[in-house]
Every structure is written in structure tokens, then in C-alpha cells.
């Protein structure tokens, strides 16, 4: 059974840095993709952010320049660097893996979720 986990989430300071994990484990592929979604309340999720196993990776406008995405292919963890975060990312931030084909709907697995919080 896949099971991603999340880490690193917490509550910091307008203009702080955050840098969050994703550790999965319990199979032997590898992730096409692994990404990162965020959800606040009353808000839709979003997608964040995501990386292929070449490295390429997409951010969603709002994030470009300030967050970094990137992944460890031979243990499928992936890895968030929030740098410079405003009120406005705060969110539940969501893993996320796709085994083939990348569907901005959602991934294939999913993690429970790390609370981001920035105060300003």
C-alpha cells in the first residue's frame, strides 16, 4: 500500500521560509510525478506545484520565484522550499504522486496533509 507522508509544515512570519517533505514508502516504482497541492478554507485547491522524474516542473503563477520544488527519484521523496511567504499561502499543503499521466484534478496517491500558517 502507498502511503505519502508530510512533514514541515507549521506557522511562521510574513516574509519567513518553510521547506516541507514528502516521504513515501510501501512500494517499489517510481513516481512519474510528485507535486504539491494546497487547500484554504473556503477556497478550491489549488495545485502548487509539481516535478517529473526529467526534472521538469510546473508552479502555478503565484508562487513562481518564491517557492522551489524538488524530488529525490531514488527514494520518491519530494521536497518544497517556501521562501518569502505572504499571508495568502496559507493552507493545508497536500502531497501528491502520479503514476503515469499528470491530472491537474489530483494525483494518483495522496498524503493527510501539513498546516501552513503565515502571519502578518
Known amino acids: 500500500q502507498v502511503q505519502l507522508v508530510e512533514s514541515g509544515g507549521g506557522l511562521v512570519q510574513a516574509g519567513g521560509s518553510l521547506r516541507l517533505s514528502c516521504a513515501a514508502s510501501?512500494?517499489?516504482?517510481?513516481?512519474?510525478?510528485m507535486g504539491w497541492y494546497r487547500q484554504a478554507p473556503g477556497k478550491e485547491r489549488e495545485l502548487v506545484a509539481f516535478?517529473?522524474?526529467?526534472?521538469?516542473?510546473y508552479y502555478t503563477d503565484s508562487v513562481k520565484g518564491r517557492f522551489t520544488i524538488s524530488r529525490d527519484n531514488a527514494v520518491n521523496n519530494a521536497f518544497l522550499q517556501m521562501n518569502s511567504l505572504k499571508p495568502e499561502d496559507t493552507a493545508m499543503y497536500y502531497c501528491?504522486?502520479?503514476?503515469?499521466?499528470?491530472?491537474?484534478?489530483?494525483?494518483?496517491?495522496w498524503g493527510q496533509g501539513t498546516q501552513v500558517t503565515v502571519s502578518s
Open positions: 501528491a504522486a502520479w503514476r503515469g499521466i499528470i491530472a491537474a484534478a489530483g494525483g494518483d496517491y
Open positions: 516535478i517529473r522524474r526529467d526534472s521538469g516542473t
Open positions: 510501501g512500494f517499489v516504482f517510481s513516481f512519474n510525478a
